[in-house]
């Protein structure tokens, strides 16, 4: 991901191929469907391309973060999770409005609008003049540092580590020295596959490290 920021405006700038001219243009959120992003996404990016507006339709991405989940066999499976569910980034270009500001082009804005399962931009909503009923939501871009934040913590943060298994939770072991014992976890280090659980052994709960392969949550 790449991007860069005006130092008046805060705005983003693409250089042209065929020229030096810098195009300005500004991240939006989209909401869309419940669980579905990647399709608006590979849709929205179908429609750029028929559509022809794929200089005024920059970009579409799915922010998302590396992550591990500890299965219940101890082993591990690599993963993608989204940071925003429920949203897709557009990066559009912007053009001089009726009074001279740079605004959104209309037809790019039908574009996003019109794909299967988006919801609506992000934006403030923009009340009838007249009569009743719903207004219309007016986009509003995200700041420079909302959209720095969001890409940086998608390519340095670290792979989040996950399990089924929280304290508190109800196990039986099922192998090893205390197989058939029942307990109440009170440690999870998913970095190491481990736990630390409460076992109720000679009338007295004692602290015993297992592995996530030995044991089956409860209930």
Sequence with gaps: MSYAAD???QDFEQREESSNAPVKSRWYAVQVASGCEKRVKTNLEQRIQTLDVAERILQVEIPQTPTVK???DGSRKTSEEKVFPGYVLVRMRLVPGQEGELEM???AWQVVKNTPNVINF??????????RGRGHVKPLPLSF?????I??????????VKTYLANGDKIIVLSGAFK???????????ERSKLKALLS??????PVELEFNQVQKQG
């Excluded at 992000?122 to 009569?131: N, P």
């Excluded at 052994?201 to 004692?206: A, C, K, M, Q």
């Design 7 to 9: 130092d008046d405006t």
């Design 201 to 206: 052994i000679f009338g007295r709960n004692t």
């Design 145 to 149: 540092s909302e959209v720095e934040r």
């Design 105 to 107: 082009d209309d037809e």
């Design 151 to 160: 890409f940086k913590q998608t390519t340095e943060q670290a792979p989040v």
């Design 180 to 190: 058939d014992f029942e307990g109440e976890v009170i440690e999870v280090s998913p």
């Design 70 to 72: 500890t299965l219940k």
């Design 122 to 131: 992000v934006g403030a909503e923009q009340k009838r003049r007249y009569g």
